[in-house]
């Protein structure tokens, strides 16, 4: 892998990147009319061809996918032995997984929640787009400053 500093991942990358991992964290618009707003949720997930797939219980997450079906996923990464870190997002149509043919798939794949309780909702993100990226992490030090560990009073 290169290190060039914001190193844009070809799809290739992305897709390996993401099978690297088995959590993400899913962003949902929820709400109606002047409330509508964005929510964020950790979800386990599995890569099925070029689609996310992730189950869930019956809430939020299900009634935003059925309210609004477009969806941003985002996982995140780091490799400590190069020094890099990398992030994917993938913008995408979420709809759950209903027909028994898909679901007697669906259930074979590692998608096992960490939550307890009933998580009988299998969901799958089609994807649309697929960026990512790369970078170098910086020593924490680069960003001292002269203020850095200086006594701060109470509640500031």
Request: include cysteine.
């Amino acid at each position: 892998m290169n290190a060039d500093p914001n190193m844009v991942l070809d799809a290739d990358e992305a897709w390996e990147s993401l099978r690297s991992t088995t959590i993400g964290c899913l962003a949902v618009i929820v709400g109606e009319g002047e409330d509508l707003h964005p929510e964020i949720f950790p979800v386990n997930y599995a890569l099925e061809h070029s689609s996310i797939v992730f189950r869930s219980g019956e809430g939020t997450k299900i009634d935003a996918i059925h309210d609004h079906p477009q969806v941003a996923f985002e996982v995140d990464g780091f490799d400590p032995e190069a020094g890099e870190a990398w992030s994917v997002v993938v913008k995408g149509t979420a709809k759950p997984i209903n027909r028994t043919d898909e679901l007697l798939d669906t259930i074979s794949l590692d998608v096992t929640p960490w939550q307890a309780g009933k998580k009988n909702r299998f969901v799958r993100i089609l994807a649309e787009e697929v960026t990512g990226r790369r970078f170098p992490v910086t020593e924490p030090g680069t960003w001292d400053s002269p203020l850095t560990g200086t006594q701060r009073a109470p509640r500031e």
